[in-house]
């Protein structure tokens, strides 16, 4: 079991990769801004100037931040159904407001 990554690697999975997908991931391996990106948004240490990471390194990270983006995606979607459960929207109820009489309006 190799522990390269934050926690051990169970399995080694083979993964089809098109023409497209490979020259991208030479680019990755070449350009530090792209590694750089990808660090922070996968929180994986792919951004060392001095030594290019290995294609393995950059598809686990590549893996990493899509697992992360899919769950921002899930919050994101499940905070605005509980924002939609939540009843009449703040302009409905300011609109609501002004229609309602004043609780001094019949005071004499």
Known sequence: MTTRFHLPVDRR???PLTTYDLA???LLKQ???SR???ALLSDEPV????????????LHALVEAGWRA???GV??????????EQGPSAAQR????????PTWANEQ
Do not use: K, N, W
């Not at 919050?75 to 939609?84: I, L, N, T």
């Not at 300011?94 to 009489?101: I, S």
């Open 13 to 15: 999975v083979p993964l």
């Open 24 to 26: 991208r991931l030479e």
């Open 31 to 33: 350009s530090l801004q």
């Open 36 to 38: 750089r990106a990808l």
């Open 47 to 58: 951004d060392g100037e001095l030594t290019s990471p290995s294609e393995a390194a950059l």
């Open 70 to 72: 899919l769950g921002h």
């Open 75 to 84: 919050e994101d979607s499940g905070y605005a159904q509980v924002a939609a």
């Open 94 to 101: 300011r609109g609501d407001a002004r229609r309602r009489q």
